[in-house]
């Protein structure tokens, strides 16, 4: 099977004054294309961190990481900026929509970023809110919205420039289980259609759907398999994968 991204003994330091924290200290992870991946692990293991840097929105302090084949740490802001624009869609616990814009001009964004042109973004927007559930929010804003809806306006979105992979950090964070529910569905449907799916998650339900599930502890992976292989958690908690 063809991968995606390769990291090969990545970390990532952040210095903060005088003081270095490593928040990955060797990872060795390969994707590959059209995997559904679950990232779980405690807080501040370093998912979100790995997150930024498999999306391009972040370099790692040493190590290589390859996207498609592409050294990405020796890739200028620009360079990295047009990955992020067209190979990958992110979505965010707090979805980071843009309060003053609409349902539709949130999801133009990127087509706007990418160049396309009205006619072009008029039918994509609107094939998008049709597909997603959408079609009649289209004028309004986030603040009119439900958060399941609200998550999916930002799925929406990051599915603009039809990116290979969706990365998702807490997508039903801030859900009901409900709306929670129809947001896996959503990842699973854009998995079996054929795009790499990468959720950090504590919702055991999407690691459930999940192909292989991540497990991060002290910015190192602790286990790296499917579910078969997961040991159930010690002691009473089976609600919560990490
Ligand atoms: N910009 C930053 N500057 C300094 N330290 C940071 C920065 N970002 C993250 N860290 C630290 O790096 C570690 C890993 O953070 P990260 O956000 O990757 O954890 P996480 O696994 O996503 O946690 P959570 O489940 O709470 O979201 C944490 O100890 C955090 O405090
Ligand atoms: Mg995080």
Not at 71 to 96: C, E, M, T, W, Y
Not at 135 to 150: I, V
Not at 172 to 198: C, H, P, Y
């Amino acid at each position: 099977m063809q991968s995606i991204m390769k990291l090969r003994q990545v970390r990532k330091a952040y210095t903060t004054g005088t003081v270095t924290f490593e928040a990955l200290r060797g990872i060795n992870l390969m994707v590959n294309r059209g995997e559904f991946i679950a990232v779980v692990g405690p807080s501040g293991s370093g998912k979100s961190t790995l997150m930024n840097i498999m999306g391009c929105l972040d370099i790692p302090t040493s190590g290589e990481y390859r996207f498609e084949n592409q050294l990405v740490n020796s890739l200028s802001p620009n360079q990295l900026a047009d990955i992020r624009n067209r190979k990958v869609g992110f979505v965010f616990q707090a979805f980071n929509l843009l309060p003053y814009a609409t349902t539709y001009e949130n999801v133009e964004i990127p087509l706007l970023f990418a160049k396309v042109s009205g006619r072009k973004r008029k039918q994509r927007i609107t094939e998008l809110l049709a597909r997603l559930g959408l079609a009649d929010k289209a004028a309004n804003k986030p603040t009119e919205l439900s958060g399941g809806e609200m998550q999916r306006v930002a799925i929406a979105r990051a599915l603009a420039n039809e990116p290979d992979v969706i990365l998702a950090d807490e997508p039903t964070g801030n859900l009901d289980s409900a709306s929670g529910a129809e947001i896996v569905n959503i990842f699973r449907e854009l998995w079996q259609s054929g795009k790499t799916v990468i959720v950090i998650s504590h919702d055991v339900s999407i690691a459930e759907h999940a192909e292989r599930i991540v497990r991060l502890k002290d910015g190192l992976i602790e286990t790296n398999g499917d579910l078969s292989r997961e040991q159930p958690a010690s002691g009473t908690d089976n609600q919560s994968l990490s």
